[in-house]
C-alpha cells in the first residue's frame, strides 16, 4: 500500500467508534484498530461496550454493538468523552451513537444497510441522510457491503457470507485514514481462517479494498497522522483487563513457588481469566469448571488447604453465592484470591456493562465479623500488578481476598509496560514442618499458634508428618485451634482476626497524592477504573489554572495507614464512584471526613468532562472563587488531555 | 484390596486399572485403632449410630496401611459431620452441603492423598444435593461415606429428603409431603462408578464395604443406615431386629444369585429376585415357585447400570421394611483428578522442565509476548 499525494493532516489524539449490529464484528474490527494503533506506537485507551445478549434482534436498538478507541501522540487516561469518528454499520448503530458525538464529529455510513424495514426497526421515521438533520456533522455515505460484495466475488462465497466480510472493509477504510500499519491485520486474518481459504482471501480482499477505497475517493480528501507517544522507556505491548488479571495470577504462583488452582464458574464478564488460565497448564495451573459459583470456591479453598495457591473468579452474582464459604476461608485462615470483576447490579443487572458498586458486598458481604482484605487495579494494565499483590496477601496473611476488577477494565485496554520478572515480589508460603507447642514427647502442633509480626496462623499441608489437625467453620480456641465456645475466647478470636487484616497495613505503600502546588483545598479520592476519568478530569481542572489533589485507593481494606492524615489535610474532599457512593460511606464511618460523592451508575466509565465540572464546583466552593474552565470544560477540546 | 463382596472389577477404558490408593505412601509399620483416634472427646448423643461407625472407622483404617499424614477427612455440617474432629489425620469440617466440593479441590490438587468425605442425608441429599451429583458423574478419587438417618438431627428433628412421606415431625405437624430420595437410585442416576449401602449396627459387612470403596479409584457413594436414637429412633428396626431382618435385607453378593427370606433346606432364601419382564425391573418371587436360572445373578461390575437400579427400587420409600444391602455397582472408569492431573503434567513436560528458573524465565516470555513495541 503507498502513500498518496492528499492532504495529510496532524492531530494529537483521535477518538474512533466502531458500531454495528452485534453480528457485525465490531468488537473483531476494534480490536484490529486497536493492534494496529498500538504496533504503531500511540497511546491508546479503550471502551467495548456490547449488549449481553449474543444476538439481540438484528437491526435493533438494544442489538447494537460498538467498540472505542482513543488514540494520541501523548499519554491519555480515559476512552474519551465523545467520539470524533463514528462508523454506523446500520440506523440503528447511528440512533444509538448520536447523542454522544460532538457537532463537526465525522460520521461514516453503511448506507446499505439503510433500508426502510431497518430504519423501521430503528425508530427512524425519515431516512436521516436524505434529511438536514446531520448537517451539523461531516458525514460520508458509502455503500460498504455493496463494495465488499463486488471486492469478494471472485471467490464464490454467497453473498450473505461476502457482505460479513464488510467490517474488514471498513476496517480498511480507517485504517487508511489514520495512516495505521496494515501488516498485523493481514497476518492476523491469514492466521485466524487458515483452514477456511475462501474466507480469509474474502477478509483479505475486503481490507484491502477499504485502504484502496480512502486511498482513491474523493469522497475522503484527508489523511490523518497521529504520531507515537513518547512513553516512558520499556517494551510495551497492548494488553485488556482479564488477560492482565490472569498473567498476574500466574505470575503470583510462580512467584510464591505454588502451583495455581483455579475453581470457578462461568460468568459474565469474568469468564476469560478462565479461558485464560486452562491455556497455561504448563506453569502447573490447575483450572476446575465447577457445577456452580460455590463449588468452584469450594474446590479452591480444598486446593488451598493441601498447599495450593486457591483461586476463584467470578462477578458481583457469583461473589453473593460464594459468600459463606469465603466466611470458611476466613475462618480457616486459608489463603485465598477471590476475584470479583464487577458489573451493574442488583440481581441479574447489567451483566456486560460496568460498575463498582460490590465494595460494601466485598467489605461486609458476610455473616459474622468476617474481614475481608480487598484489592483493587486502577487500569486494564494495572490488574495484572493488583493480582499479584492479592497473592502476596493472600498467602502472606492467610487469608481470603477480594480482587475488585470491573467491566470496563476487564475488556477496556491500554499499552502496558511488561514488568521485569526479577521485579515481582517474592512470595514465601512458609510451610510449616515442624511442631511448634511444646518439647520432647509432649510437642504438639498448634494450628493457630500465629506469627508475632503478621499474626498469620502455620499453614501446615496434608501429608506433613506429625502435624495432623483439624480446623473448620466453628469457633477455634487460641492457640491450639480445637472447638471453643468459651466466650472470652470468642471475643479474642474475632478481634484477632480483625487485627490480622489491620496489620497488613503494615506492607502496604502510604498512599500518595499528587498535589503539584501543594496548595490545593480539594483532594479527589478514586479507587479502580475510575483513575482514568479522574486522573483527565483533574488534568483539564488544572489546565484551567486551578489547583487539585489527586489520588487513588489500591487497597480498599485495609486502608493506607497515612490515609486518615491525607484527608485532613484539604478542605474538601471529592470520592467520584460508579456507585452511590460506597467508598465515600467507609471513609465518612472510619475518619468522620465530609467526603462528597460524585456517583453516577449508567454501566459506562465516567466522563472527564463531567468530572472536570464536578471537580470545578468544588475548588470554586473551598476556594470562595468562580471557576471557569473554558475550552478545558468542553468535551471536544483537541489539546493534550 | 479385594473382597468377597466385589469380585474383580471390569474395566471401562481406563489402561492399567489402579487402586484408589495407589499413589498414597505406604505406612512405615503396623497401626492400630489407636493411632487415628484424636484427643477430641465425642460428642454425640448416647446411643447414636455415629459411635458405631466412628469405631468401625478407626478399626479400619489400620488395615489401609497409609500413612496418617495422607488422609485427609472433610464434612460439611450436620452431626455426622462431627466426624474429622474425632480422626487424627488432617480433616477439614466444613460448610453445609460442600464437603464433596472442597474434596474435589484436595483429591484434584494432590494424587498422594486419600480422601474421605462424611455427609449426611440432609447435608449430602439436600443442601448439598448439587455437589453429590457433580461428584459423582466427575468421579473424582474421593470415598462419600454418608450416613442417612432419614431426619434432621443437629437442628433437632424436621424431615429430611430420606424421611418418608406423611412423617409427621417439628417442622410439619400434619405429616411431609415431601416424597423422598433413594440415595442408591440418584447415585446410579448420577453416573457413579460404586454405589453401596450398608449398616451402622453391622461391623463386619460395613468395614468389607469401607475396603472395597477405598480400593476403589473413582468416587466412592456408601450409604449407611444410621440410627438416630433421639428423633427417629427404630427407622431401620425392621433390618436390625434378628426377628424380622431375613426377610427385610436383600444382600448383594457379586456373581451369588439374589434370594433372602428364611432359609430353605438348599441354604437358599425362600425369596428370589426375577426379572419382571412387563416393567423390565425385577420383581419379588417364591424361590420355590421359579426355575434356579432364572434367579437374577447380581452383577456389580455390568456396564449397563440398568439392573443395579431396578434392584434399587426394592428399597421401601415408607417404613423401611425390605432394602437391598451390599455394592450394587462397581465399575472402572477414568476419573477427573487423574486426567486432570495428567493435562497440567504433560502440558508442564512439554513446556520444560517445571522448575523454578525454567518458569521465571517462561513467565518472562509470557507477559511480554504477543504484539511488542520497545521505547529507549
Redesign the interface.
Known sequence: MTPTDKQVKQLDRVIIRFAGDSGDGMQLTGDRFT?ET??F?NDLVTLPNFPAEIRAPQGTLPGVSSFQVHFADHDILTAGDAPDVLVAMNPAALRANLGDLHKGATIIVDTHDFTARNLTKAGYTDNPLDGDTLDEYALHTVDLTGMTVEAVKEFGLSRKDASRAKNMFALGLLSWMYGRPTD?TTTFLTKRFAKVPDIRDANLAAFQAGWNFGETTEAFAVQYEVKPA??????????TGNLALA?GL??GG?QA?L?V?L?TYPITPASDILHELSK???????T?Q???E???V???????????L?VTSTSGPGVALKS??I??AVM?ELPLVVVDVQRGGPSTGLPTKTEQADLLQAMFGRNGEAPVPIVAPQSPGDC?AAAVEATRIAVTYRTPVLLLSDGYLANGSEPWR?????DLPVIDPDFATEKNHGSGDDAEFWPYLRDDKTLARPWAI?????????????EKGDGHG??SYDPANHDFMVRTRQAKVDRIADSIPLVEVDDPSGEAKVLILGWGSTYGPIGAGVRRVRKAGYKVAQAHLRHLNPFPSNLGEVLKGYDKVLVPEMNLGQLSLLLRAKYLVDAVGYNHVRGLPLKATELAHAIGELVGQAEGIDVELGVWGEPTQKEHI | MSTPLTGTPVQLGLPGLRSGTEQVPAADGPQTGKDFTSDQEVRWCPGCGDYAVLKAVQSFLPDLGLRRENIVFVSGIGCSSRFPYYLDTYGMHSIHGRAPSIATGIATAREDLSVWVVTGDGDALSIGGNHLIHALRRNVNMTILLFNNRIYGLTKGQYSPTSETGKVTKSTPMGSLDHPFNPVSLALGAEASFVARTIDSDRKHLTAVLAAAAAHRGTSLVEIYQNCPIFNDGAFDAIKSPDTKADAIIPLVHGEPITFGSTLEDGRGAKALVRDTATGGVQVVATADVDAADIVVHDAHSPDPTMAFAISRLTDSGYLNTSPIGIFRQVERPTYDDQAREQVTAAVAEAGNGDAADRSARLASLIGGGDTWTII
Do not use: C, M, W
Not at chain 1, 280 to 286: A, I, N, P, Q
Not at chain 1, 298 to 308: F, K, L, N, R, W
Not at chain 1, 467 to 474: A, F
Open positions: 493492534q498500538a504496533a506506537g498485523p513518547v512513553l516512558p522507556p520499556g517494551t510495551y505491548r497492548n494488553i498473567y500466574v505470575a510462580v513457588g502451583p488452582f475453581g497455561h497448564k504448563s506453569f502447573g495451573v490447575t476446575f465447577a457445577e456452580d460455590i463449588a468452584g469450594g474446590a479452591a479453598i480444598g486446593a488451598s488447604y493441601v498447599g495450593h486457591g459463606e464459604a466466611g470458611l480457616t495484572f511488561v514488568p521485569a520478572v526479577e496434608p501429608g506433613t508428618a506429625g502435624l495432623e489437625h483439624r480446623i473448620g467453620g466453628l480445637n472447638i
